[in-house]
Every structure is written in structure tokens, then in C-alpha cells.
Antibody
Framework: QVQLQESGPGLVKPSQTLSLTCTVS??????????WSWIRQPAGKGLEWIGR???????NYNSSLRSRVTISVDTSKNQFSLNLNSVTAADTAMYYC????????????WGQGTLVTVSS | QSALTQPPSASGSPGQSVTISCTGT?????????VSWYQQHPGNAPKLMIY???ERPSGVPDRFSGSKSGNTASLTVSGLQAEDEADYYC???????????FGGGTKLTVL
């Protein structure tokens, strides 16, 4: 059973770059018809899709974040990563990684999430 | 502002049925059958409950059902139980440009 786990700093200073990694276990990141996604959720608010990447490196980003986001994949490590630059307090949120199935259009499974706070 | 519109709250007594709506446009909900619903308990990651409008993943009780009419999708929870109290989010595929959009979430309270 595939599981995802986010990792990275919990505190980032304003104007710096937020960097997170999602490690996939229980299966190969390269198998199946999937995209690997990042989603965030500010405290008490709804879900916001950030972007996705295929194992071939094809990416799509939320238009509202596109200028600041980069998602990459390392198939040898079964990982994919998120970089969000020029962060502000508005980027403070729980960040989730999730697998997107192109067959059924779902995010499943999800990682447990990691809280990132932007503060000096 | 979320792309899909959900009521902020819904409630029902144990054993009753509750329906949560999710309204989009012809570019998302109305244009594709890739509507999903996610349940999120406090402090937990979202959990897939419904996919492709009305399909249930293995392990999801059949008390949960989904439907769609035009640009509005709905999640119905029948025979409400205390453990159903959670936030529910809808999502829809929105094409190759916008990819996916979420609703703002509905807090379901079991009275």
C-alpha cells in the first residue's frame, strides 16, 4: 500500500524559499498512471492545489502561484519536492503531498501533512 | 475565494440524512465526471470518500453516496453517525489548464 510522507523545515523566514520533500513508500513512484501533487491548507481554511508533476517531469501549476513554484521529481529516491520562493505570511499553511490518479481523477493517498510557518 | 461553492455548514441528527451541495461551472463540475469528495477530521489529512461523482472506494460505508446534476454535485450521508462529523470538500477536474479545483468545505455537525 502506497504511503506518502512530507518532510522539511517547519519555519521559514519571509522572502526566503520554502522547500519540502515527499517520500513515497510501498511502491514505485514511476508505476501507474499518476501525477504527484502538492496541496496546502491554511489554518481553518480550505484546500488549495499548488501543482503536480509526472515521473517524466511534466508539470502543471496553480496559476496564482506559478511564478513562485517549482516541483521536481527524483525517481531514484522515490521522492518529489516543492520549492516556493519569496514566501510571505500568507504562505503559512499545512502542506500535503498526494497522488493524483489520471484514471479516476482523485487525490489518494495523501501524506499526513507538514505545517510550515512563515515568520521572522 | 474557492472555485467550487459549498455551504459552510450542514447538520443532522443521528440516523438522519444530510446532503451537501457543490456548485461549479460547465468548465469543471458540469464538464467532467471527475468529481470527488473528501472527508477531513480535525488534525487529519483529507480522506477520499467518493470519486467519479458516485463511486465509493473500498472501505467507505455505503451510507455515503454522490450524484451530479448539471453544474452541481451532491454528497449525501444517510444514517448519520457521530463519526461522520467532519469537514467535507468537493473537488473537480477542470481541464488541462486549471487541472483541479476545490470547494471551500462544509462542516458537518451531528447533533
Amino acid at each position: 500500500q502506497v504511503q506518502l510522507q512530507e518532510s522539511g523545515p517547519g519555519l521559514v523566514k519571509p522572502s526566503q524559499t520554502l522547500s519540502l520533500t515527499c517520500t513515497v513508500s510501498g511502491g514505485s513512484i514511476s508505476s501507474g498512471s499518476y501525477y504527484w501533487s502538492w496541496i496546502r491548507q491554511p489554518a481553518g481554511k480550505g484546500l488549495e492545489w499548488i501543482g503536480r508533476i509526472s515521473t517524466s517531469g511534466s508539470t502543471n501549476y496553480n496559476s496564482s502561484l506559478r511564478s513562485r513554484v517549482t516541483i521536481s521529481v527524483d525517481t531514484s529516491k522515490n521522492q518529489f519536492s516543492l520549492n516556493l520562493n519569496s514566501v510571505t505570511a500568507a504562505d503559512t499553511a499545512m502542506y500535503y503531498c498526494a497522488r493524483w490518479s489520471t484514471m479516476v481523477g482523485t487525490f489518494d493517498p495523501w501524506g499526513q501533512g507538514t505545517l510550515v510557518t512563515v515568520s521572522s | 475565494q474557492s472555485a467550487l461553492t459549498q455551504p459552510p455548514s450542514a447538520s443532522g441528527s443521528p440516523g438522519q440524512s444530510v446532503t451537501i451541495s457543490c456548485t461549479g461551472t460547465s468548465s469543471d463540475v458540469g464538464g467532467y465526471n471527475y468529481v470527488s469528495w473528501y472527508q477531513q477530521h480535525p488534525g487529519n489529512a483529507p480522506k477520499l470518500m467518493i470519486y467519479e461523482v458516485s463511486e465509493r472506494p473500498s472501505g467507505v460505508p455505503d451510507r455515503f453516496s454522490g450524484s451530479k446534476s448539471g453544474n452541481t454535485a451532491s454528497l449525501t450521508v444517510s444514517g448519520l453517525q457521530a463519526e461522520d462529523e467532519a469537514d467535507y470538500y468537493c473537488s473537480s477536474y477542470a481541464g488541462s489548464n486549471n487541472f483541479v479545483v476545490f470547494g471551500g468545505g462544509t462542516k458537518l455537525t451531528v447533533l
